[in-house]
Nanobody, 127 residues
Framework: QVQLVESGGGLVQAGGSLKLSCTAS????????LGWFRQAPGKEREFVAA????????RYADSVKGRFSISRGNVKNTVVLQMNSLKAEDTAVYYC????????????????????WGQGTQVTVSS
């Protein structure tokens, strides 16, 4: 199994920044892609960004392009989501998820691509 733990959520004003981290442990050799998703109250979980475990390829949802950046962290087995120019509509619980196949093709948007999920961290953007 793979365990994923998110951190870094909180309350920020619109236009501000937050950095989320996801740390993986356990059978990390089976991780080939790591994605961030978010879920706002009353809405479906939606894709935010993904990165191959090697760090070589990334993909973003159109709604966050140019504002969010996903990267491998300096700490081993960590992926960071840097969120800038935050908007009220970015308010959600953010989840990281890992998947056993490589590549950032179109199915990175699908939750079914991922087999392990973290517990989530709340991000609240006040307007």
């Amino acid at each position: 199994q793979v365990q994923l733990v998110e951190s870094g959520g909180g309350l920020v004003q619109a236009g501000g920044s937050l950095k989320l981290s996801c740390t993986a442990s356990g059978r990390t050799f089976s991780v080939y892609i790591l994605g961030w998703f978010r879920q706002a109250p009353g809405k479906e979980r939606e894709f935010v960004a993904a990165i191959t475990w090697s760090g070589g390829s990334t993909r973003y949802a159109d709604s966050v392009k140019g504002r969010f950046s996903i990267s491998r962290g300096n700490v081993k087995n960590t992926v960071v989501l840097q969120m800038n120019s935050l908007k009220a509509e970015d308010t959600a619980v953010y989840y990281c998820a890992s998947g056993p196949t490589a590549g950032v093709n179109s199915d990175v948007y699908r939750t079914s691509r991922y087999d392990y999920w973290g517990q989530g961290t709340q991000v609240t953007v006040s307007s």
